[in-house]
């Protein structure tokens, strides 16, 4: 294996281009908006303030900025750090409920970086808005063929009578926590034992 000197590096930079930040942005894993997530098009900043002067603005990928929405607001800088996100839920997880499961799930994604702007009140609402956000399905029904849970992945329950707000969890790598440790994945009696239960599972 031929060694690799401060010569030999001099050397390659001599054809090899060198690229800004900007640039390196645009090809460094994380930074890119995620497929779907208004298409994968890069616009520069002139770019994207031309559109949005001219009405022409459908959210994207912006240079030097990150995954700017349609209406003009940022919704991911493509810093989401799912290890600090399942780190602080398990820090902050309590023993019993406290019925606060969707703040609980949304703190823990803004502690792993996620933008949480525009999140909605209800938990069963968080699957459409955590698409829009990068997160994709997993599973979307109960019949569906095996799955394993990876640190990270958020389950999120419909509405169902006695809980109108519907439910959220995030996997932690060993337990089901939402805003308390989890027996398992249900969260509760009212999900477990319900033949009609419909939950969406979600990853990034």
């Known amino acids: 294996m031929k060694k690799i000197t401060r010569k030999s590096l001099d050397e390659l930079a001599k054809i090899m281009p060198i690229i800004n930040e900007t640039e390196q942005r ?37 240079e030097g900025l990150g995954v700017i929405g349609p209406d003009g607001g940022k919704i991911s800088d493509g810093g989401y750090n799912v290890n ?37 009140i209800d938990a069963c609402d968080y699957d459409t ?9 997993v599973s979307s029904s109960i019949t569906s063929g095996v799955y394993v849970p990876q640190a990270g992945d958020i389950v999120v329950f419909e509405a169902i009578e006695g809980h109108q707000h519907g439910h959220v969890a ?29 939950y969406t599972i979600l990853r990034r």
Not at 28 to 44: A, D, E, R
Not at 93 to 118: D, P
Not at 129 to 137: A, I
């Open 129 to 137: 808005w955590l698409q829009e956000r990068g997160f994709y399905t």
């Open 84 to 120: 600090e996100t399942v780190s602080y839920l398990t820090s902050h997880a309590q023993s019993t409920s406290t019925q606060q499961c969707a703040k609980a799930i949304r703190q823990a994604l803004e502690a792993g970086g996620l933008l949480t702007n525009g999140h909605p």
């Open 26 to 62: 645009t090809y460094i894993g994380g930074t890119m908006p995620p497929s779907g997530l208004y298409g994968s098009q890069t616009y520069t900043y002139q770019e994207y303030l031309a559109m949005m002067a001219s009405g022409l603005w459908n959210g994207g990928y912006v």
């Open 170 to 198: 995030m996997y932690n790598g060993q337990y089901w926590i939402s805003d308390f440790v989890q027996r398992d994945m249900y969260g509760g009696p009212a999900y477990r034992e319900n033949p009609n239960t419909e």
